[in-house]
């Protein structure tokens, strides 16, 4: 019988590698740090080491299609599929580029690729699996300053993929053809792209418990908290192995859990949405 499996994409540092740090004390079976770089994520498993922590490493760039679907048949010969996926990585830019095209980046990585993610991922998740998705708060908030019709949307039950796929597509259209309004930045790009990630949680939530209803799958989405990486700031209040807590929590969900799923957690609790 194949070794259960933990795969954590962006776990070269910050959030993401204080997830497969908790991972490797307390899941049953190898965990996977995922990255970009192979020299970065090699040198992170070996700092790893050094703690007494093992953690396996496979070069994984959810940006390029050919290494999401180089990775999932990985996982899939190797081990069946996967029992843990937590999809953290994400960018938030700090260039001085145009509005439009802090849009079309940071949707491209943090909404479009790890949509593929899933998209190829979701497959291969074993029954009793879990699927975490590193969103934010900001994401809420995002959403509240959204016109009225498409909060409503991104608030409806019946909002399909293909129809939030085209919503998001939209946004960054939007952005890349009109002029710059106040308030247009990268921290706000970086928060709708986090709507768009929260709902489609939602939307696959939804498709497991209508495609799968026995598998015992639970999916969602959550906030890590303000933690301290170099994509925040160090004024930020939790640490990397504070903002774990959450996904961590999420991705060992005990068997026989019903929920949390498709929903939208926080410090460890369902928030509205």
């Avoid at 922590?53 to 081990?79: P, R, T």
Wanted: proline letters at 5%; a negative charge.
């Amino acid at each position: 019988m194949a070794s259960r499996v933990a795969v954590v994409t962006g776990g070269n540092k910050g959030i993401g590698l204080a997830i497969v740090q908790a991972l490797c004390k307390q899941f049953q079976g190898d965990v996977y740090l995922t990255a970009r770089d192979v020299g970065r994520g090699e040198e992170a498993v070996e700092s790893l080491s050094s703690e007494g922590l093992k953690a396996k490493f496979h070069q994984l760039d959810i940006d390029n299609l050919n290494s999401i679907a180089a990775a999932a048949a990985f996982f899939k010969q190797s081990y069946g599929g996967v029992d843990v996926l937590v999809n953290n990585a994400a960018i938030l830019m700090s260039s001085a580029e145009p509005y439009g095209v802090h849009m079309d980046v940071t949707f491209k990585t943090n909404f479009f690729a790890t949509r593929d993610m899933l998209t190829h991922f979701m497959p291969l998740v074993k029954a009793g699996g879990r699927v975490v998705n590193v969103s934010s708060t900001l994401g809420r908030s995002a959403l509240t300053q959204c016109d009225p019709a498409l909060q409503q949307r991104f608030r409806s039950e019946d909002i399909g993929e293909d129809e939030l796929v085209g919503l998001m597509q939209q946004m960054v259209d939007k952005a890349k053809n009109e002029e710059p309004k106040e308030g247009d930045s990268p921290l706000k790009a970086y928060s709708l792209s986090k709507t768009g990630l929260t709902v489609l949680s939602m939307i696959l939530a939804r498709r497991l418990s209508k495609e799968r209803p026995n598998d015992g799958i639970l999916l969602n989405a959550c906030c890590p908290g303000w933690v301290r990486t170099d994509m925040t700031s160090p004024e930020a209040s939790k640490s990397p192995e504070e903002g774990a807590i959450t996904p961590v929590y999420l991705a060992l969900l005990p068997p026989g859990a019903s929920e949390p799923h498709g929903k939208f957690v926080s410090d460890q609790k369902v928030q509205p949405w």
